[in-house]
């Protein structure tokens, strides 16, 4: 499978709710450049192309992790540590999208450099809208840092 052209990335381990996040944003235009892992090992795997991504190439870079905040493997909060202490991809956009509103939660993520904390809408119209603006500003709106 061809990787080079993967802007988003994301890792969720919910079936449920990776479907509902692809949909809205495949209904929004930005599906076409997203890949979808279930754990925190593989969107590691992803980043670093190591193992099953070993091929990928690296230099059509990410625009945007989403990251769910608990996950097999390695929790999504890894995951943000270490993206955020690596000084090579440490100015990709990670936005967290879970279902914790757990107060030290939100305060780790954004003190390991989180860029946003989005609670996952529990009602599949609020989830759809929710998807289709983080698209949008993360995606259009944003001016990434060079």
Same mark, same amino acid.
């Given at each position: 499978?061809?990787?080079?052209?993967?802007?988003?990335?994301? %890792? $969720?381990?919910?079936?449920?709710?990776?479907?509902?996040?692809?949909? !809205? +944003?495949?209904?929004?235009?930005? @599906?076409? &450049? #997203?890949?979808?892992?279930?754990?925190? %090992? $593989?969107?590691?795997?992803?980043?670093?192309?190591?193992?099953?991504? !070993? +091929?990928?190439?690296?230099?059509? @870079?990410? &625009? #945007?992790?989403?990251?769910?905040?608990?996950?097999?493997?390695?929790?999504?909060?890894?995951?943000?540590?270490?993206?955020?202490?690596?000084?090579?991809?440490? @100015?990709?956009?990670?936005?967290?999208?879970?279902?914790?509103?757990?107060?030290?939660?939100?305060?780790?993520?954004?003190?390991?450099?989180?860029?946003?904390?989005?609670?996952?809408?529990?009602?599949?119209?609020?989830?759809?809208?929710?998807?289709?603006?983080?698209?949008?500003?993360?995606?259009?709106?944003?001016?990434?840092?060079?």
């Amino acid at each position: 499978m061809n990787y080079d052209n993967v802007e988003i990335l994301f %890792a $969720e381990d919910s079936k449920d709710d990776a479907i509902l996040t692809i949909r !809205a +944003l495949t209904k929004s235009g930005f @599906s076409n &450049k #997203l890949h979808h892992v279930a754990d925190g %090992a $593989e969107a590691l795997d992803f980043i670093y192309c190591r193992g099953n991504y !070993a +091929l990928r190439n690296t230099t059509e @870079s990410l &625009k #945007l992790i989403l990251l769910d905040l608990k996950m097999p493997k390695v929790s999504g909060m890894e995951v943000l540590e270490k993206i955020k202490s690596d000084l090579e991809i440490k @100015s990709i956009p990670v936005v967290m999208l879970t279902s914790s509103n757990e107060g030290p939660d939100i305060e780790r993520c954004f003190a390991l450099g989180a860029n946003s904390y989005i609670v996952k809408p529990v009602d599949s119209d609020n989830f759809f809208r929710a998807i289709k603006e983080i698209g949008i500003y993360w995606m259009i709106l944003n001016q990434p840092q060079h």
